[in-house]
C-alpha cells in the first residue's frame, strides 16, 4: 500500500483546508485511513479516522471542525478542516492499517504541514 498526502498549506485562523491520502497498491487490504498530526517537538497523535465499512472517529478537539471522508472510486480519503485554529499548525500524516495472518499493518505517507496563523 501507497499513500500519497496532499492539501497542507497556510491559512490564517478560521479558514479552512482539505487535506487528501490517495491510496494505491493493495487497496482492498486497508481495514481503515487515519489522519494524524505531529507538531514540532510532540507525538504524533491520530485527529480523525475511517473503517471499511464508514465508520468515523475524531479527537475531542477537533470534533464539529473537521470532517473525514473517503471516495471508494478514487481511493482517496479527504480530511476536510474548517474554522482552523493555531493549535492545529502540524504535519499531517495519513495512515493506512491492514490485517494480515502475521497482524496489522501500519503504511505511512509524507507529511503535509498545516500552519494556521493567529
Known amino acids: 500500500v501507497q499513500l500519497q498526502a496532499s492539501g497542507g498549506g497556510l491559512v490564517q485562523a478560521g479558514g479552512s483546508l482539505r487535506l487528501s491520502c490517495a491510496a494505491s497498491g493493495s487497496t482492498f487490504s486497508i481495514n481503515a485511513i487515519g489522519w494524524y498530526r505531529q507538531a514540532p517537538g510532540k507525538r504524533r497523535d491520530l485527529v480523525a479516522s475511517?473503517?471499511?465499512?464508514?465508520?468515523?472517529n475524531y479527537v475531542d478537539s477537533v470534533k464539529g471542525r473537521f470532517t473525514i471522508s473517503r471516495d471508494n472510486a478514487n481511493h482517496t480519503v479527504y480530511l476536510q478542516m474548517n474554522s482552523l485554529k493555531h493549535e492545529d499548525t502540524a504535519a499531517y500524516f495519513c495512515?493506512?492499517?491492514?490485517?494480515?495472518?502475521?497482524?496489522?499493518?501500519?503504511?505511512w505517507g509524507q507529511g503535509t504541514k498545516v500552519t494556521v496563523s493567529s
Open positions: 495512515n493506512a492499517k491492514t490485517t494480515t495472518t502475521w497482524g496489522t499493518l501500519n503504511y
Open positions: 475511517i473503517s471499511s465499512a464508514g465508520s468515523t
